[in-house]
């Protein structure tokens, strides 16, 4: 009776009989080493992943970093040449010498002196009738240049001689008759350095009967000088 073989169904024997490949512990097996693996590949790619966003974050610094260095390097010296630039500009502005004058302005008996000119003031000073017909004073008188540039004779005369009747200061005037032309060529021509013009001022003047006085500046300061010139009219 032990040495008998037990009775077995057909499906019984089957299934005692499957390869192994079939059977319900290898395919489990099998699963479980396949998820295992798909989990592994997953992690392994994570991993990575978190591993090189650092990398690639640290040298995206660093890119910037040193392109910020060069620029400020670039820019440095250009901005250093510009302050350079500026401070020796004030330098010079603050060196630039101020001008001296051996003779600001001097007059004595019809002759008026500076560096920059000289009129000498004829005697021949007469009331005379302007284009308009009224009362004028005409003073001639010869001017000599001593700048190095072209001037016109009224403009020099106009800024640093002025004449007055009481404090009313005198207006020029347009000449007529043979007059006329000595004071126009002295409102519009130029003398050249070193040269001479023979001129002559027209003023108007509010009263014929009371006397006009003529003041000279210091062409430094543009102050009034101490002494005047005075033409009696009556």
């Known amino acids: 009776m032990d040495n008998q073989k037990p009775n077995m169904t057909r499906s019984q024997y089957r299934k005692t009989h499957q390869p192994f490949y079939k059977k319900t512990p290898f395919i489990v097996t099998l699963i479980v080493i396949i998820l295992a693996v798909i989990a592994g590949i997953v992690f392994w790619s994570v991993s990575n992943s978190h591993k090189d966003e650092p990398k690639q974050s640290s040298d995206n610094v660093e890119n910037v970093q040193s392109n910020k260095s060069a620029e400020n390097n670039s820019t440095d010296p250009a901005e250093s040449q510009n302050v350079t630039k500026d401070d020796n500009k004030s330098d010079g502005q603050k060196t630039e010498k101020k001008r001296t004058y051996d003779n600001p302005g001097s007059y004595n008996h019809l ?9 000498k003031i004829s005697n021949d000073v007469r009331l005379v009738k302007d284009a308009n017909g009224d009362s004028a004073l005409l003073v001639k008188y010869t001017y000599t240049n001593k700048t190095d540039s072209n001037q016109v004779p009224q403009k020099v005369q106009a800024e640093n001689m002025i004449l007055k009747q009481g404090d009313q200061v005198l207006a020029p005037t347009g000449g007529d ?58």
Do not use: H, R
């Open 177 to 234: 008759g043979d007059y006329s032309e000595t004071v126009n060529k002295s409102n519009l021509n130029e003398v050249k350095p070193g040269e001479s013009f023979e001129g002559a001022l027209l003023v108007k003047v509010n009263d014929p009967n009371a006397d006009v006085n003529m003041y000279f500046k210091n062409i430094e300061t543009k102050q009034d000088l101490n002494t005047m010139q005075p033409f009696k009219l009556s």
């Open 111 to 119: 002759d008026y002196k500076s560096d920059d000119f000289e009129f």
